[in-house]
């Protein structure tokens, strides 16, 4: 069965640099799907390649069934959203909505009703006669959105849409956006940094990195099941514990044996690093038989509203240092302080192995 949009083999070159390396991908109707990486990553390069913005230097992009690899943007059916808005100034809130509409040679009335209709739906019913000049940023980008979604594409684009408001601005848009997403159906690719942003607002997230995929899964796969050690840190905050593998279910990290799941592709004796996330660190009800128990020191407590980030440190290996997030209660049944003393476990379920 076909996907609505496929990419195969893509690969972009500007000069002597590969942007894009191999990428393939497939994207299935109505799917809210972000690209997620650091700056340079290739990610807005494979959103302007599936735009025919910045045409691929090989590969092959299937959408809705037909190739679309070597059409120009206008032949494409999408609509995009940049970072900066791009409206008229001189345009009003209405003219810049029904632009498109416009260039198709749509009749007055039918615009009227279209431009009404998305204006009322990114919640700005009385702003058709002002200019943006006199909007707000999150107000620009919410016309920008109505502009994009006025000629019913059947793929919506969004090159880091928010990345230019502030916070509280950009978290009220970031549900705005996704409940009209949902409302309208209408398959969507957002390019974005912020991981935070990905996993509250995508179905699946494509991680990228140096112009290749490094996992692509929901946001709960991809944090809970990082396929990689670059997936791993760049999504959340990670442990590392840097040991070699004594078994292939036990690491070995400073003089201590975690226990861990079978580990395949990796050697005995290989240098690994052992990954658990600081929410995963348990601290209360462990039985005297529980794997992966050590004596901490607490070394610092950072308040950080609804819980704490504690830094610990190993008592018997003081090299094994991690990171565990405690919540306010916890902090106030065991009486964790600065400097003292408690176990903890590392449940084998939650650690992650990859190679050095």
Avoid: W
């Avoid at 230097?57 to 059916?77: C, E, F, M, N």
């Avoid at 019913?152 to 601005?169: C, F, H, K, T």
């Amino acid at each position: 069965m076909a996907h609505y949009l496929e990419v195969r083999n893509l690969t972009k070159r500007f000069g002597d640099f590969t942007a894009l390396r191999d990428v393939s991908l497939d994207i299935e109707e109505g799917e809210f799907v972000c690209f997620l990486g650091p700056s340079g990553c290739g990610k807005t390069t494979l959103l302007r390649a599936i735009a025919g913005l910045d045409p691929q230097s090989s590969g092959t992009i299937h959408q809705s069934g037909r190739d679309v690899s070597r059409l120009p943007p206008a032949k494409r059916d999408f609509g995009i959203v940049f970072q900066s808005y791009a409206l008229f100034p001189n345009l009003t809130v209405g003219e810049n909505v029904g632009y498109g509409l416009v260039s198709r040679r749509e009749n007055k009335a039918s615009i009227l009703k279209r431009v009404t209709e998305l204006l009322a739906l990114v919640g700005l019913p009385d702003s058709a006669a002002k200019f943006p000049a006199q909007l707000s940023g999150g107000q620009q980008q919410r016309v920008a959105l109505a502009r994009a979604l006025a000629t019913s594409p059947g793929l919506l684009l969004l090159d880091e849409p928010l990345s230019a408001l502030d916070a509280r601005v950009r978290i009220r848009l970031r549900h705005e956006i996704k409940a009209l997403q949902r409302t309208l159906g209408v398959t969507t690719i957002m390019v974005t940094h912020d991981q935070e942003e990905a996993l509250t607002m995508a179905d699946r997230i494509v991680v990228m990195n140096h112009g290749v995929v490094e996992q692509v899964g929901t946001p709960q796969e991809i944090y809970r099941r990082p396929e990689s050690a670059f997936v791993a840190d760049f999504v959340g905050t990670m442990n590392f514990l840097e040991g070699t593998l004594a078994a292939a279910d036990q690491v070995e990290v400073n003089g201590l044996s975690f226990a861990c799941p079978v580990q395949d592709g990796l050697a005995l004796g290989q240098k690994v690093r052992l990954c658990i996330r600081p929410e995963d660190v348990r601290v209360r009800d462990l039985p005297a038989d529980i794997a992966n128990r050590l004596t901490i020191e607490v070394a610092d407590l950072d308040f950080v509203g609804s819980f704490c980030r504690a830094s610990l440190k190993g008592v018997n290996a003081p090299d094994v240092a991690l990171v565990a997030d405690f919540s306010s209660n916890l902090i106030r049944d065991l009486g964790v302080v600065q400097g003292g003393r408690l176990d903890v476990a590392l449940p084998p379920d939650r650690l992650r192995v990859f190679a050095a």
